[in-house]
């Protein structure tokens, strides 16, 4: 049974930090391309971060790059997102994404989310 399961989520004030792990299992965690995602309320769902195979490539979006930090342990089957200074913004639900495509068959899965609120 595929899960993926997201913790360390929490209340913190702006300018804190805090860090997300998701750990996966019932999938080979080291053939799938990793992705962080949130959603705030009322908006659309938005891409925060990827951490590709084999060669573990990151990429941001523009609104977190310098201070988010994505990051894998294929031996722990793990997805961490170290999150530095942060701000009001970056409240949301922040969800664990796997994907994989072979061939023409795409492999994708969502953890459930862990909430992030940044308030003072």
């Known amino acids: 049974q595929v899960q993926l399961v997201e913790s360390g989520g929490g209340l913190v004030q702006p300018g804190g930090s805090l860090r997300l792990s998701c750990a996966a299992s019932?999938?080979?965690?080291?053939?799938?391309?990793m992705r962080w995602y949130r959603q705030a309320v009322g908006k659309e769902r938005e891409l925060v971060a990827t951490?590709?195979?084999?060669?573990?490539?990151?990429t941001y979006a523009d609104s977190v790059k310098g201070r988010f930090t994505i990051s894998r342990d294929n031996a722990k089957n793990t997805v961490y997102l170290q999150m530095n200074s942060l701000k009001p913004e970056d409240t949301a639900v922040y969800y664990c994404n796997a994907r994989r495509m072979s061939g023409l068959s795409e492999y994708n899965y969502w953890g459930k989310g862990t909430q992030v609120t940044v308030s003072s």
């Open positions: 019932g999938f080979t965690f080291n053939r799938y391309a």
């Open positions: 951490i590709t195979i084999p060669a573990g490539s990151t």
